[in-house]
């Protein structure tokens, strides 16, 4: 069984700041995934492995010294937005094989930094629920 529970949060201006991090390093892993699978497609290789991106995307790029502030946010924001980019591939897939119901889906787009839908996800370990009903 799956839970899922929705949060209307209002943040402080400090935590403003941080959810617009969070957000802007979540899309731009998410980017940075989708770039590196198209040019993958585009060069013959086979498709490439969740754990492959992951390591590639994430834990070398925290390394390199133009996204080390990759490392400022959590990475379960970050796993997750390569989770979402992967549901997105394969939901494609299925559609484009007939295993999905319903109208062709198009292949998964770059994120925009002027789109005003941000979103991200945190897994149980993610966050904490205090006695208090604080998050």
């Known amino acids: 069984m799956q839970l899922r529970y929705n949060y209307r949060v209002y943040p402080t201006p400090g935590q ?17 995934g989708l770039r590196i699978r198209q040019q993958a497609h585009a060069a013959g ?21 133009e996204r080390a502030w990759l490392a400022e946010v959590s990475s379960v924001a970050l796993v ?38 941000q979103a991200i996800r945190f897994t149980r370990n993610g966050f904490l629920l205090r006695p208090n009903r604080r998050l």
């Open 80 to 117: 997750q937005a390569l989770g979402d980019l992967h549901t997105a591939y394969r939901n494609f897939f299925a559609s484009v094989t007939g295993k999905r119901k319903g109208a062709k889906l198009a292949s998964p787009r770059f994120r925009s930094r002027k789109d005003n839908r």
């Open 45 to 65: 290789q086979q498709y490439i492995k969740d754990s492959a991106l992951q390591t590639r995307v994430i834990t070398e790029a925290k390394k390199t010294p």
């Open 16 to 32: 403003q700041i941080a959810l617009a991090r969070a957000f802007g390093c979540a899309r731009v892993v998410y980017n940075d």
